[in-house]
């Protein structure tokens, strides 16, 4: 069984389109965060959800919703799909933050 | 504010030769953690150790060590006698009492072992 799952693996969709990446954990966690890695590389936090309450929003773009309808599930809803969203965007959970994440294997969106 | 620099943006070795990583972070917090995270070329993220701000012992795991100093707030990675295999993106990480569950990485040093 995937620790942290996230679907689709791959999204390629238009700008202005609006898309949803879903993330489920099966390790029992209270946090769940979505991360954004950029063509650099470079790692940066946007959400954290702790049983289904927002605790952490970034400086993220309106057009990015998170969405947790449990502790188990935690969803990035993107509208108006730019190209600069193009990116790696990383689901991962943890029990406590001192423990360190579980990350899931990552959703590469292309927008063209 | 919380930072992690990681100034190697990339480094290539020859199979069997030792390297180290280098991690320096910044924090005024007195209880923190350290991390190092593997990302190789199919693009998950690996963990490989956790570090706690009161436990200045260097830690080994096989090929794998981990060198921590507070004096000079620094976390440095060597990989002994490395093999293709270990070549992939390496990121240290930290998170703090005050950083509200955030993990914070550095940009990450991309290492390269050639055959």
């Known amino acids: 069984d995937t620790a942290v799952s996230q679907t689709p693996k791959y999204l390629v969709t238009q700008m202005g389109n609006d898309k949803s990446i879903k993330c489920e954990q099966n390790l029992g966690h209270d946090t769940m965060y979505w991360y954004k890695q950029d063509s650099k590389k470079f790692l940066k936090i946007m959400f954290s959800y702790n049983n289904k309450e927002l605790i952490i929003n970034e400086t993220v773009p309106n057009r990015f919703s998170p969405k947790s309808p449990d502790k188990a599930h935690l969803n990035l809803h993107i509208n108006s799909l730019e190209l600069g969203d193009s990116a790696v965007y990383f689901c991962?959970?943890?029990?406590?933050?001192?423990?360190?994440?579980?990350f899931g294997s990552g959703t590469r969106l292309t927008v063209v | 504010a919380q930072k992690v620099t990681q100034a190697q943006t990339e480094i290539s070795v020859v199979e069997k030769e030792d390297v180290t990583l280098d991690c320096v972070y910044e924090t005024r917090d007195t209880t923190y953690y350290l991390f190092w995270y593997k990302q190789p070329p199919s693009g998950e993220l690996v963990f490989l150790i956790r570090?706690?701000?009161?436990?200045?012992q260097n830690e080994i795991s096989g090929r794998y060590s981990w060198n921590f100093q507070k004096s000079t707030s620094s976390f440095n990675f060597t990989i002994t006698a490395s093999q293709v295999v270990d070549s992939a993106v390496y990121f240290c990480?930290?998170?703090?009492?005050?950083?509200?569950?955030?993990?914070?990485f550095g940009s990450g040093t991309r290492l390269l072992v050639r055959p």
């Open positions: 570090r706690n701000s009161f436990d200045e």
């Open positions: 990480a930290l998170t703090t009492m005050d950083s509200s569950y955030k993990l914070i």
């Open positions: 991962a959970s943890s029990q406590d933050r001192f423990y360190g994440y579980t």
